[in-house]
C-alpha cells in the first residue's frame, strides 16, 4: 500500500513538472488547409467598357465562380487592389472584406433578389441587440442612457415607433414600422443591399447599421454600442486583450468594409440626385 501510495505521489509530481516546465496543455490537435501563397508581384487597377477591373501582375482578377470581377466606383477598385497588395507572405481571403463583399455581389451564388435580401435584413429587426434591454438595473441604467438616444433618433429619422423590451419575447414591431423601414431598403440597388446585409449579420442590429451609414455615430462608436454589455462586464471583471481586443477590431474592420461598400456603390446616385436637385 506504502508501495502504491509513493508510485501515485511520484506520478503526481512528474505530471506537474511537465505542466511547469515544458508547458504541456492537453489539447485537440485540428488539420486546416494551408494558406495561398502569393503568386503575383503587383496589383493595380483598369478601366475597361465602363467598369474598373483588378489585376494581379496584368492578369485580371475573377471572382470563385469565374466571372470578371467588375466594379463601377473606381475608389472601390482601388481599395480592392489595395487589399490584395497588402497580403505577404500567404493570401488570407478572410481578411479581405471588401474583395469578399464584392465576390458576394457580382457571383449572387443564391440568385438573390432585392426583396429577398430586404427580408433578410427586417428579420434582425425583431431581434435587434439594441431592442433587448437587461435584466440587471446596473447595466439597464447604462443601456438607457447609451441606447436610447440611438432609439430615439431611429424613430425620428425614419418616422416610426419602436420601443426597445426587458422580456424574452421580444419587442412588438408594427406593420407601419416594417413597410416604412422596407421601403427605404428597397430605394437601394443590389449591391449596396449586401453591404447592409454584410454590416446588420456583423453588429445584429439594423438601428445601428442604418445610424452608422447615415453618418450619425462612426464605426467605433456603432462597434462600441453593440457590445455595450460585454464592455461593461470585461469593464467589472477584467480585459483580455487577446481575446477581446481581437473580436472588437475585427468588427471594427468588418463593419467599415460594409459601410465603405455601401457609400461607394450609392455613389453615383447620390450624385445624379444632387444635379437634378440642382437643375431644378
Known amino acids: 500500500m506504502l508501495h502504491l501510495n509513493r ?29 495561398p501563397k502569393r503568386f503575383y508581384k503587383n496589383t493595380g487597377i483598369l478601366y475597361s467598357d465602363g467598369h474598373y477591373e483588378v489585376t494581379l501582375d496584368h492578369r485580371k482578377l475573377k471572382t470563385p465562380k469565374g466571372k470578371d470581377f467588375k466594379v463601377e466606383n473606381e475608389i472601390l477598385a482601388l481599395c480592392i487592389a489595395t487589399e490584395w497588395d497588402s497580403q505577404f507572405g500567404e493570401i488570407d481571403r478572410s481578411s479581405m472584406h471588401l474583395t469578399a463583399l464584392c465576390n458576394t455581389a457580382i457571383d449572387n451564388v443564391n440568385n438573390l433578389t432585392k426583396e429577398d435580401i430586404v427580408s433578410n435584413i427586417l428579420s434582425y429587426l425583431e431581434t435587434d441587440t439594441l431592442l433587448f434591454q437587461s435584466h440587471n438595473d446596473e447595466v439597464f441604467d447604462v443601456q438607457q442612457k447609451e441606447w436610447q438616444p440611438v ?130
Open 7 to 35: 508510485l501515485f505521489l511520484k506520478s503526481d509530481s512528474i505530471l506537474l513538472n511537465l505542466f511547469k516546465y515544458n508547458n504541456v496543455i492537453p489539447k485537440i490537435r485540428r488539420s486546416y488547409a494551408a494558406l
Open 151 to 280: 432609439i430615439k433618433w431611429f424613430c425620428n429619422r425614419y418616422g416610426v415607433e419602436i420601443s426597445p423590451t426587458r422580456d424574452m419575447i421580444g419587442p412588438e414591431i408594427s406593420q407601419n414600422t416594417r413597410e416604412i423601414i422596407e421601403r427605404h431598403f428597397l430605394s437601394y440597388n443590389l449591391e449596396p443591399l449586401h453591404g447592409f446585409m454584410f454590416a446588420v449579420e456583423a453588429l445584429k442590429s439594423v438601428i445601428l447599421t442604418l445610424c452608422c451609414v447615415d453618418r450619425r455615430l462612426s464605426v467605433d462608436q456603432v462597434v462600441l454600442l453593440s457590445r455595450l454589455e460585454e464592455e461593461y462586464q470585461t469593464g467589472c471583471w477584467g480585459r483580455v486583450e487577446w481575446a477581446h481586443d481581437v473580436s472588437q477590431y475585427d468588427l471594427q474592420a468588418r463593419v467599415s468594409a460594409a459601410v465603405l461598400f455601401i457609400h461607394l456603390n450609392s455613389m453615383s446616385e447620390e450624385v445624379k440626385s444632387k444635379l437634378v436637385s440642382v437643375h431644378r
